[in-house]
């Protein structure tokens, strides 16, 4: 099959929708199908062979952070011109409502469209303001993708009718094999804890643990927090008591593998978000590494987690909570044991093998019927030749 996706957002900068796309283009590449990738880039950056530049983005406050979105009548002739190049048989677009190149896509495109849709926080005044501009490209749309039911949602309550649920994928094995670092490895006495993210960005929940490290520290004084991810440590450490500082180690953006040590040796991955998320890709990658995961207990994590049934949680922007459900954790090995056990089991079922197989049955089906895509249920229905 030959499939063109859409990123809205820069591979400049990593995200988790970039990282979708990446993987899942990766694997269908690897499958022996033709996949283009048409995305915000800069001139000057690396990009890999399937991937076409579209020009340089612009920052663009969105969902709670800054996206880095590509809009303007230039971009649209090079879109154009992307799709009648690539004579693709599907094309799939992903967050087609925000002001990007998947928006300016569905205008251009006259091959069967799928829309995958990752966001949960849509708001309504935006997206009500936005609905003459949007409506024509959505008409287009004949497969509906949610990455998680409080994403669905979103699409019932702001645009209307429905999507297949169909989660964020995950290369387990990479994690799964990961390599235990001594260097970020806790001891009884000097237990880690770790954070990945951007760390400037409010939503991520950095300055809630940031918080709990006081009480965290008076109850284990060796404890070592490790923070990866982009951004200013100087502004993030700002204003934190001095032993807080201390005991916080900076590693800036790391690398895959680092990623997947980082979280095979931390004796705990804590996800202290406060909002705007609608999956948890981080929690099925910390799983994936056999981390203990203690997250906030918003709805994305709690459908990742199964209610606590696979990870810890925590009342949502409460550090004393954190803290306390922090210490109790680290407190108690056959619980780590425990969670570490189901948190891997409950990762296979992300796996890219499962998934991908999932999104190139909505590629099947929207190319051979041509027909709008509600729930898992039609396809089941339309594959059979039932109705």
Known sequence: MRIGMVSPYSFDVPGGVQLHIRDLAEFYLAQGHAVSVLAPADEDTPLPAYVTGAGRALPVPYNGSV??????????????????????????????????????????????????????TMRSRVMHAAQPILQPGLEKVVGRIAVSAEARDTVRRHLGGDAVVIPNGVYVEPFAAAPHAPWWQGTPERPTLAFLGRINEPRKGLPVLLDAMPRLLDARPGLRLLIAGPGDAREALHGVPDRVAAAAEMLGSVTDQEKASLLASADAYVAPNTGGESFGIILIEAMSAGAPVLASDLDAFRAVLRDGADGRLFATGDPEDLARQALSLLADPDARRSYRAAGTTRAQEFDWSRVASQVMNVYETVVSAGVPVASPRRLVARRRGTR
């Open 67 to 120: 996206a880095r979105l590509l809009f303007g009548p230039v971009t649209a002739s090079r879109v154009a011109k992307w799709v009648e190049r690539g004579d693709f048989d599907v094309i799939h677009v992903h967050e087609p409502v925000s002001p990007s190149l998947s928006m300016l896509t569905m205008w251009a495109a006259e091959q069967p469209l799928v829309a995958t849709f990752h966001t949960a």
